[in-house]
């Protein structure tokens, strides 16, 4: 008997409550949906069509996974760690400004994956960018990266695999369900326009009051 193909769905469902803000697009070559993450945004989803995407300079993103259970996100985020005392940062939704630091980001997302059937023991991760592309003596790229590896071993989440430092921004495609993940390093004049983005986002986040409410557990 012949085994029958079958192709996920070219239906763009609902997003997850809290994510309706996120870009999403039909991706023609790669036959899904994506939905594009900017700095500060995270996404998570249990789609077997959808995909998430993001670009990345000195920023991090962790995509974060239970394929068990096929449900997953990917974050992206500027700095490491806040210096606001986490009990008096409040949350309103997913969409928080607080998502700009690592700290709040990463937290975020492993919750909305849990609320959404994820399994902690199940959760998987890998981790990308922190490039030098800032030309910054305090290079935050090079914290984001130490970050992101001592916050997953902090909570005993297995790194499977990252591309992190380097001197290139990269662009990401992560699906959520099964953790692939397809990392490009872009070394071409498009650079300028990342790092311009990222210094403009920089320079945002330092100098505008985090806002909104989390619950942190």
């Given amino acids: 008997m012949q085994n029958k193909h079958y192709e996920p769905a070219l239906e ?5 409550d809290g994510f309706e803000s996120i870009r999403r697009y039909l991706d ?16 998570v989803s249990k789609y077997d069509n ?23 996100g990917m974050n992206h985020f500027m700095l490491p760690v806040s210096d606001v005392e986490a009990s008096k940062v409040t949350w ?22 849990l609320k959404n059937g994820g399994i902690r023991r199940n959760l998987r991760a890998k981790v990308f960018g922190g490039g030098c592309v800032l030309n910054q003596s ?18 005993n989440i297995t790194l499977l695999s990252e591309d992190l430092g380097d001197i290139y921004p ?22 300028d326009n ?11 986040i330092e100098h505008t009051p985090i806002e909104g409410n989390i619950e942190l557990f």
Avoid at 174 to 184: E, I, N, Q, S, V
Avoid at 194 to 204: C, G, H, L, N
């Fill in 50 to 72: 959808e995909l998430i995407a993001t670009t990345l300079g000195s920023c991090v993103s962790a995509c974060i996974w239970d394929e068990n259970n096929g449900v997953g």
């Fill in 170 to 191: 990269r662009k990401v495609l992560f699906d959520p369900l099964t953790g692939r993940a397809r990392m490009k390093k872009i070394r071409t004049l498009d650079n």
């Fill in 92 to 113: 309103g939704n997913v969409a928080s400004d607080a998502t700009r630091y690592g700290n709040y980001a990463m937290e975020h997302l492993i919750n909305e994956i």
């Fill in 28 to 43: 023609k070559s790669e036959k899904r949906f994506i939905a594009k993450i900017l700095p500060g945004e995270f996404y």
């Fill in 138 to 155: 305090n290079d935050v790229g090079a914290r984001n990266a130490e970050f992101v590896r001592l916050y997953l071993h902090q909570e």
């Fill in 12 to 16: 763009l469902y609902p997003a997850l």
């Fill in 194 to 204: 990342i790092v311009a983005r990222e210094q403009s986002y920089r320079y945002d």
